[in-house]
């Protein structure tokens, strides 16, 4: 039994939820999760905003929360991918970065968009990025390629992005709107 996890690592995991924990990722789940389970912590919002992963030293906006302490170059994402997306990524974060504050936290499979809390992620494939990002409830348009209702006032959407074209005032609101959520 991983005491980590609490769980066995034989057992299958609930849908959504990793189905086995290799060495490493048990060696670096145990470093972020220093309690016993089910013991309840108690946090203060400023400590909470503040969180510093001893091994990653990446930021959260909550005291221990899971992640893979896998932090990532931007410029690995871009590696044998179209040169002209690169060039969309940053005319992107120029324009997001008018909407309010901005921190990009690069990990091995994304790059995460964060503002107080985590509000969207970009995904960058050989010929386009999918961008997905949070709203309170479903926007109903033709360029959403995908949503996911993940709770009551919480809907993921994802948008692929070929071209500055796609960078406009309409996505710019959308994204400006998901830095307004807190999860």
């Given at each position: 039994m991983d005491q980590t996890l609490g769980r066995s690592?034989?057992?299958?995991?609930?849908?959504?939820?990793?189905?086995?924990?290799?060495?490493t990722q048990s060696v670096i789940l145990?470093?972020?999760?220093?309690?016993?389970?089910?013991?309840?912590?108690?946090?203060?919002?400023a400590?909470?905003?503040?969180?510093?992963?001893?091994?990653c030293r990446r930021r959260f906006a909550r005291a221990k929360q899971w992640h893979s302490c896998k932090p990532q170059r931007i410029d690995v994402h871009f590696v044998n991918k179209d040169?002209?997306?690169r060039q969309l990524?940053?005319?992107?974060?120029?324009?997001?970065?008018?909407?309010?504050?901005?921190?990009i936290d690069a990990v091995q499979t994304s790059i995460n968009l964060i503002s107080r809390h985590h509000f969207g992620g970009i995904t960058v494939r050989r010929g386009y990025m999918?961008?997905?990002?949070?709203?309170?409830?479903?926007?109903?348009?033709a360029r959403i390629v995908h949503h996911q209702i993940l709770g009551p006032n919480r809907v993921g959407h994802s948008v692929v992005i070929t071209g500055t074209k796609d960078i406009d005032a309409?996505?710019?609101?959308?994204?400006?709107d998901a830095q307004g959520l807190q999860s």
């Open positions: 690592l034989s057992r299958p995991a609930r849908a959504g939820h990793r189905q086995s924990v290799g060495r145990k470093s972020c999760f220093n309690r016993p389970t089910g013991m309840k912590q108690q946090r203060s919002i400590s909470a905003s503040r969180w510093i992963c001893p091994t040169s002209a997306l990524f940053e005319l992107l974060i120029r324009r997001l970065k008018k909407t309010g504050p901005l921190r999918r961008l997905g990002f949070l709203a309170r409830q479903r926007i109903h348009s309409e996505l710019l609101r959308w994204l400006s």
